[in-house]
Every structure is written in C-alpha cells, then in structure tokens.
C-alpha cells in the first residue's frame, strides 16, 4: 500500500513558477512509476509527466513540454514537478500517481494523492 501527499499548489500570475511535491509512504517507493495528472473544471483528468523508477526517463504530455520538469528523489520518497512558464490554461488540480506500470493513462496508476490546486491568473 502507498499514500501520497501532495503540496505546493497555489496561485501564480502567468509566466511565474510552482513547484509540487509529492511524498509518499511505503518502503517500495523506488520500485514505483511516478506521474502528475491534472484535472480542470468540466474537463477530464489529463496526463502530465511521468518518470521511471530509475528516474533515467520521463514523458510529459505535449502542452507542458518544454516548460515543467518532473524529477524524484528516492531518498526522499519523494516526486517532484517543477512548473515554469505557467499560463491560465493550466489552472487545474493536480494528483501524484504510482504504480509500477506507470504510464500516460490514468489507468496505469493504482494510488493517487488527494490532489492540489494550482490557479494561474492572467
């Protein structure tokens, strides 16, 4: 079993930077596949990064690229994702997922945080 918490949500005018946490329990954290989704109003939870275990390769979906990074310290069971370049269009809360499948489909993620609000002002 895992529990993730999330934390670094807020608010941001557009062009600034967030970057969220998320820590997780559980002594097999390293063998898990991380991913950030995020979910806005009226509108389908939607990939955003993910990283191996191995931290060695990470995705992001086509919108973020370029401007958020994901990265994780296992030392730290914790992920990160770092947001830079922020626009309106990202306003949504964001969730950490882990599985050891891992992937761009929710689907592929068994545990999930409770999710935090990130608001980008214009």
């Known amino acids: 079993q895992v529990q993730l918490v999330e934390s670094g949500g807020g608010l941001v005018q557009a062009g600034g930077s967030l970057r969220l946490s998320c820590t997780a329990s559980?002594?097999?954290?390293?063998?898990?596949?991380m991913g950030w989704f995020r979910q806005a109003p009226g509108k389908e939870r939607e990939f955003v990064a993910g990283?191996?275990?191995?931290?060695?390769?990470?995705y992001y979906a086509d919108s973020v690229k370029g401007r958020f990074t994901i990265s994780r310290d296992n030392a730290k069971n914790t992920v990160y994702l770092q947001m830079n370049s922020l626009k309106p269009e990202d306003t949504a809360v964001y969730y950490c997922?882990?599985?050891?499948?891992?992937?761009?489909?929710?689907?592929?993620?068994?545990?999930w945080g409770q999710g935090t609000q990130v608001t980008v002002s214009s």
């Open positions: 559980g002594r097999t954290f390293s063998s898990y596949a």
């Open positions: 997922a882990a599985d050891v499948r891992g992937g761009v489909s929710s689907l592929g993620y068994d545990y």
């Open positions: 990283i191996r275990w191995s931290a060695v390769s990470a």
